[in-house]
Structures are given as C-alpha cells and as structure tokens.
C-alpha cells in the first residue's frame, strides 16, 4: 500500500496524515500499539516499505525526522502520539501533579554585561544538567521559557516506568536505573518528592557548575525555584492546525507565583502546603509566612522554603530549625492568629538575628491579621 506524500521546503517528504495513523494504514498486519517503542516502530516500518535510491533507507530518513521531532515535544507526548492509532485533538483532562518552575536570576542584566554569546553557551551548558536531572525524576519538560524552565511531575506506574527508561536509553543512550520514588508504596504522593528531589539535585550541580563558569567564562549563575502541587488540566489546546500540548489550573498559577516569590523573601526554592506535606520528612522545610497570591482562589497561602534533604543538612541548618520550630508550629496551625505568629515570630528574630530569611518576613508582617 502506497502512502500520500507531501513536500516541505527543506526537501524532506512526510506522509501527509499523522504519522501513527499512516504507519497503521501502511502496516496493517502489525498494528501501531504493539510495538513497545518508538525504535521498534521505525524499524519495522522501515523493512516494510520501498526504499528510494540515492535518498538513503526510509528507515534512516524515519528516525531522523522522529528524532528531529521530539526535541522539541515532551517525549512522553510524542510516545503517545505515535502509539495511538488516531490523530491528536484538542481536548483536557484532569490530573494530579506536581509544577515546577526554574529561573535564572539577573539572566537579562548577565546578558547586558558579558553578552549574548556566551550567557547562551551557560544556558546550554545549565539546561543540558537540569533537564537530564528532571527526566530521570520521572519530570516532563513542558517548555524552556527563555531562561526558564516548566516542568510537570506525575504518578507513574511501572509499566511507564519501563517505558520511560527505554525511551531515554534510545535518545540519550544512557541507562537509568529504576527510581524507588516509582513504587507503589509511595502511593499517589510521589510526584511532590521527586519535584523535590530533582530541586535538590539542581541545586548540588549547579554548585558544580559555577566552580566550571567562573574558569571558563568569569562568572557564576543563580537560580529560583517555586513548586506547587494539586489537580490540574492537562492536553491539547489549539487549532485545528496547530496544537500544543500544556497544563493550566492553580497549581500552575502558584507554582508561577512562588518563584518570583522566592526572590522576594530572599530564598532558592519556595514550596506550596501540599508539596511540605507530601515530602516530609525526606525533605526539610520551614514556613516562612502566609501571602496573598494574586489570581489564586484561597486569600492566604502559606509558603514554605526548601531547605534540601533531611539527612544532607548541614549542622548550621538542623541548629537553625531546631530553634525556629516553635515559630513553625505556629505558622502551620490553622487555627492560630497573625498577632501571635507575629509576636514569636519577631521573637526569633531578636535572638537569632543573622537569620536573614525570617527577619524579612517579620518586617512584612501585619498586625492583627495574615500576611500580605
């Protein structure tokens, strides 16, 4: 059976009906869903049809349009498209999952001062780290913002746990080795820890890399990351033409909102209620206030700062939760008012004043009430 070709401008001919759709239509004694990857599909295709001379096996000239392709979607999307025996439509779903957002702080004024040219070569060198460090977390790249990055993080059974693993082996050609994050003991809260995790892992090889940025190109790089978790939706949103494929709801919308304010409160990492929640006590945390966040249903939000993994912790950081506890305490009960909060709060601060963190969450505090 002969396919309908089409030609693009760069000289590469592609079926013109989506690829899961033509290759099932093209190989309808092997139908698309058996084949366990990408890899398998390909090869099989390729020894399937003609080849045309002179242009190199359709087989070679399939996988490098696929992998072209991939780069540039979420490769448990793109696995996805070509599994499934139809083509893609607009269309959401509710979900469970963890949102991360990565920014690199002063990106704009570094590029003013060491130019365009080399900030890129950082940034390739930085997102080549974070995004082989998030995959392997089981994170789905959502997109690069500039100097950002958005990332999603879901429950993941085994059976896409394999796939995962097979799918980065082929592109990358590294083996990753199971993630007992994956098991089901962890339940449906193991996206939070592996958000966290893969936080805490960023900020460990960034300290790395900046030792490397300051021989090579006279520079170091600091980054801000705010994670937020909860029920999302999650699909396609477009044109008939023109799809992408992304995540919206208010976990988004706070995860975006913590970043930013991460700068403010003069932290790395800012994390919602629900994220401390599911990751203690692997992780360490402390709340460091309640604001309003803007677009957000809740008026108040509590946010907590990442410290890093419980039994990593330097002793200045176990000595400094051991004496902000109280402060703590207080800050998670639902029931206690601002005055008291308040009142501990620049409690701590007078004994422990080289706290830079909590002194700047005292001085926004307002009395008789939350925070704003």
Request: proline share 3%.
């Amino acid at each position: 059976m002969r396919a309908r070709w089409s030609t693009a401008r760069s000289g590469l001919r592609w079926p013109s009906t989506s690829a899961s759709c033509w290759l099932a239509r093209c190989l309808p004694f092997a139908p698309v869903h058996r084949f366990a990857s990408v890899d398998q599909l390909i090869t099989a295709a390729g020894a399937a049809l003609n080849t045309e001379p002179g242009r190199g096996t359709l087989e070679q000239r399939m996988r490098l349009a696929f992998n072209s392709f991939r780069k540039y979607i979420p490769s448990p999307v793109f696995n996805n498209i070509v599994r499934r025996n139809e083509e893609p439509s607009v269309g959401l779903h509710k979900a469970e999952a963890t949102v991360f957002f990565l920014d690199v702080c002063n990106f704009t004024g570094s590029m003013h001062t060491h130019g365009c040219e080399k900030m890129l070569s950082v940034l390739t060198e930085m997102w080549a780290e974070f995004t082989s460090i998030l995959e392997q977390q089981g994170g789905v790249i959502d997109k690069y913002i500039g100097d950002g990055i958005m990332a999603t993080f879901q429950k993941l059974d085994h059976e896409e746990e394999r796939i995962r693993i097979q799918e980065h082996y082929e592109i990358t050609g590294e083996r990753l080795c199971s993630n007992s994050n994956y098991d089901s003991e962890a339940g449906g809260e193991s996206h939070q820890k592996r958000a966290c995790e893969a936080a805490f892992r960023i900020l460990q090889v960034l300290d790395d890399l900046n030792k490397r940025f300051v021989e090579v190109y006279g520079l170091t790089v600091s980054v801000r990351i705010g994670i937020g978790s909860g029920s999302v939706w999650q699909g396609n949103v477009g044109s008939r033409t023109r799809l992408n494929f992304t995540v919206m709801g208010e976990p988004v919308n706070l995860a975006a909102r913590l970043e930013p304010l991460a700068k403010k409160v003069g932290v790395q990492v800012c994390v919602s209620d629900e994220v401390r929640l599911a990751s203690e006590p692997t992780f360490a945390f402390r709340c460091i206030g309640v604001f309003q966040v803007r677009g957000f249903s809740d008026d108040l939000v509590r946010v907590h700062q990442f410290l890093g993994r419980r039994d990593s912790l330097p002793q200045a950081d176990r000595e400094m939760l051991d004496n902000y506890a109280a402060v703590d305490v207080l800050f998670m009960s639902p029931v206690t008012d601002g005055v008291s909060t308040s009142h501990m709060l620049q409690a701590y601060v007078m004994d422990h004043p080289g706290d830079v963190v909590a002194a700047d969450a005292c001085m926004n505090t307002v009395v008789g009430s939350w925070w704003e």
